[in-house]
T-cell receptor, first 113, second 114 residues
Framework: KAGVTQTPRYLIKTRGQQVTLSCSPI?????VSWYQQTPGQGLQFLFE???????NKGNFPGRFSGRQFSNSRSEMNVSTLELGDSALYLC????????????FGQGTRLTVV | QKEVEQDPGPLSVPEGAIVSLNCTYS??????FMWYRQYSRKGPELLMY????GNKEDGRFTAQVDKSSKYISLFIRDSQPSDSATYLC??????????????FGQGTRLTINP
């Protein structure tokens, strides 16, 4: 059974650009969550989607957005990139709406220069 | 004060030792408790998941939850060098409106010395 797949694995972008990250959940999982991981702040919740609806949003500026498609695949977008957006972006999928037993992908490491 | 507190370590123990990792939390609504292991430059891997108070064992790993003290633990028996990683506790609550976000501790960096 394939795990959570995130693409791309690495990205280097320039300040002011925008970026789109992709996440394919485990087959049969309908909930997808996104997290930002940095050495200083640890893992911080960005948002969660279930059946194409955003149910939860973390405390991040509006430059961070996401969506989920009918096949449960999800994308997140960051516009007007800042140096502080450099981080490991992790996607997690879970089977049901309880969002327990969340399984993470390998992450996308974004570097903003 | 953070919702979930976890000693970041680093923690270094000899091979074969029993390791105890702990987290405390302040939100009494948390019902689901998880431990993740994260190797360098990898995504977190789910190790253990428990609901409410009690113990759960899986091989060399035992998770304990004490909701009355708002305290959770992960014990690793017969620790191996391959257990060297960062261990993250995470917890969440669930309401009729839907699942809540996972709240993570800072992670404890563990090294098992051969």
């Amino acid at each position: 059974k394939a795990g959570v797949t995130q693409t791309p694995r690495y990205l280097i972008k320039t300040r002011g650009q925008q970026v789109t990250l992709s996440c394919s959940p485990i087959s049969g999982h309908r909930s997808v969550s996104w997290y930002q991981q940095t050495p200083g702040q640890g893992l911080q919740f960005l948002f969660e989607y279930f059946s194409e609806t955003q149910r939860n949003k973390g405390n991040f500026p509006g430059r961070f957005s996401g969506r989920q498609f009918s096949n449960s695949r999800s994308e997140m977008n960051v516009s007007t990139l800042e140096l502080g957006d450099s981080a490991l972006y992790l996607c997690a999928s879970s089977r049901d709406s309880r969002n327990t037993e969340a399984f993470f992908g390998q992450g996308t490491r974004l570097t903003v220069v | 004060q953070k919702e979930v507190e976890q000693d970041p370590g680093p923690l270094s123990v000899p091979e074969g030792a029993i390791v105890s990792l702990n987290c405390t939390y302040s939100n009494s609504a948390f019902q689901y408790f998880m431990w993740y292991r994260q190797y360098s430059r990898k995504g977190p891997e789910l190790l253990m998941y428990t609901y409410s108070s009690g113990n759960k064992e899986d091989g060399r790993f035992t998770a304990q939850v004490d909701k009355s003290s708002k305290y959770i633990s992960l014990f690793i028996r017969d620790s191996q060098p391959s257990d060297s990683a960062t261990y993250l506790c995470a917890m969440s609550s669930y309401s009729i409106q839907g699942a809540q976000k996972l709240v993570f501790g800072q992670g404890t960096r563990l090294t098992i010395n051969p």
